[in-house]
């Protein structure tokens, strides 16, 4: 019989306690804060101490890191909410970015370059670079780490993510992803049915000194509040929720009536909200799964289910537009058409960017009149300039490329979270927001690396099955596809 190392037994059990704490301070401090039995004076210590253990816990197991942040991201708009503007809020809110910092570092160390595609890094840092030159006309320094930070950060999770991952972690991840968006469903579902009390609650109403009226949670001439909490507004509580159905689905070691049971309070959630975009992105992400479950059978089928959607999705889409513009009685879709329209002329005004931090509604923190534009893709335009727009959608293109081609369901996953999120990215800003940008990016790369470790299994001669394979495959039928 033998023993193991001390110096090991040591560093498992410090591993052990570190987790143990981390879930005691999610599982108790976190609670504490959104329900209020928390001083102002205790809080801040509170965050401080949690931070810390979510710092040490990245750096010893940075899955435990990327499980921090799976975790947080739904309640990060509540709890800021809570904590009003203060150190407390900024230091909560800013724990998600020293998780990405550390998951860097921890990337680097690593050195599994291998997992990453050379077309994914070269475009994000196409992306990267021509952001970080365009904050060179920005108003200042802090502006535009701002503006950096909340529009392209994200992407660095494309870079480091699928180097730390392995086919046990991907699964602990998206269970866990499976797990709070349940939660964060139910959230929304009965913060909904308080109506206008919640508001009052969380201190959205009455409207604080200085502030607009919040018109983005409530729909034209109805004055019951949209379904929105835990995030900060309907719109990017949809298309987060949508991002985590895809990953329900893609989960194909789950029966069919757990996933569908899984997805009940996800879409009611998604239906409460009156969100347009993220209606449609669960149209089409059922459209997207739907067509891949076909194209695995029935290959002309696939294709003429496809044809059939996007003839029958455009005819639907042209007549309500047509209808709504002709009787003028919906001010929101008025105003996502009038901000792109008034976007484009000043984007080829400004084919280098106008700087990073003066576009979208994160810029009003440092400008009382920034560009205002409804669409995720002319933010990147207008801010860093037209080529770092086309890069952006190559590296959406190429993403759906990679997780078509790998023929597995978890590698479809990436593609699935680009089609679920395409309508908000077009005709909303909701990627500033930090819980849904990280988010899409988080299971875009676990679709990533779920190709990426089938394509290295298929190289080495492995046998390699991965629990996401095609129902119907034969795991020869999809080691081979892996290798495309």
């Not at 987790?19 to 210590?45: R, W, Y």
């Not at 991952?165 to 797990?179: F, G, K, N, Q, Y």
Request: with cysteine.
């Amino acid at each position: 019989m033998t023993t193991a190392p001390p110096v090991a037994a040591i560093g498992r059990m410090s591993r052990r306690a570190v987790m143990v704490a981390s879930i005691a301070f999610a599982n108790v401090a976190v609670p504490l804060i959104v329900v209020g039995f928390l001083t102002a004076d205790a809080i801040l210590p509170i965050i401080a101490i949690g931070g810390v253990l979510l710092i040490i816990a990245t750096l010893m197991a940075p899955t435990l890191g990327i499980l921090a942040l799976v975790v947080m991201l739904p309640f990060n708009g509540l709890i800021s909410q809570l904590l009003g503007r203060g150190l407390a809020a900024t230091g909560f809110g800013a724990l998600k970015d020293v998780i990405l910092v550390l998951l860097v570092v921890a990337a680097l160390r690593h050195g599994r370059w291998k997992r990453i595609r050379v077309d994914i890094a070269v475009l994000v840092g196409i992306i990267l670079t021509l952001s970080l030159i365009s904050g060179l006309w920005a108003e200042g320094l802090q502006q535009g780490a701002y503006g950096w930070r909340n529009d392209f950060e994200p992407l660095l999770l494309l870079l480091c993510v699928p180097v730390l991952l392995d086919e046990t972690s991907i699964r602990r991840i998206t269970t866990t992803m499976v797990v709070v968006v349940q939660v964060s469903a139910a959230v929304s579902v009965a913060t909904w049915s308080l109506g206008l009390p919640w508001l009052r609650m969380i201190g959205r109403l009455p409207v604080p000194p200085g502030e607009d009226f919040p018109s983005s949670l409530f729909t034209a001439g109805n004055n019951w509040p949209r379904a929105f909490s835990p995030y900060v507004a309907p719109n990017e509580m949809a298309v987060a929720v949508v991002i985590i159905v895809a990953v329900i689905w893609s989960r194909r070691d789950w029966g069919i009536r757990t996933r569908i049971l899984l997805s009940v309070l996800p879409t009611a959630a998604i239906i409460l909200s009156s969100s347009r975009s993220g209606q449609i992105g669960l149209a089409l992400l059922a459209i997207a799964l739907i067509t891949r479950w076909l194209h695995n059978r029935r290959p002309a089928f696939a294709i003429g289910f496809l044809g059939a959607s996007a003839l029958g999705g455009l005819t639907v889409a042209a007549l309500y537009i047509a209808r709504q513009l002709a009787t003028r009685i919906d001010p929101s879709l008025l105003g996502h058409a009038s901000s792109i329209q008034d976007a484009i002329p000043t984007m080829l005004g400004h084919p280098l960017g106008v700087g990073l931090g003066s576009v979208g509604p994160r810029a009003y923190r440092y400008l009382e009149t920034p560009y205002h534009v409804e669409s995720f893709w002319l933010l990147i335009a207008l801010e860093s300039g037209i080529l770092a727009m086309l890069a952006f959608v190559a590296l959406l293109v190429r993403i759906c490329i990679i997780g078509i081609r790998a023929n597995t369901s978890m590698a479809f996953l990436a593609p699935a979270a680009v089609f679920g999120s395409l309508v908000s990215q077009l005709v909303l800003p909701t990627l500033q927001e930090g819980a849904v940008s990280f988010t899409l990016w988080i299971v875009v790369s676990l679709g990533l690396a779920t190709a990426a470790q089938g394509k290295s299994h298929t190289t080495r001669g492995d046998t390699h099955i991965d629990y996401g394979t095609a129902e119907g495959e034969s795991p020869a039928k999809s080691s081979s596809a892996n290798a495309v």
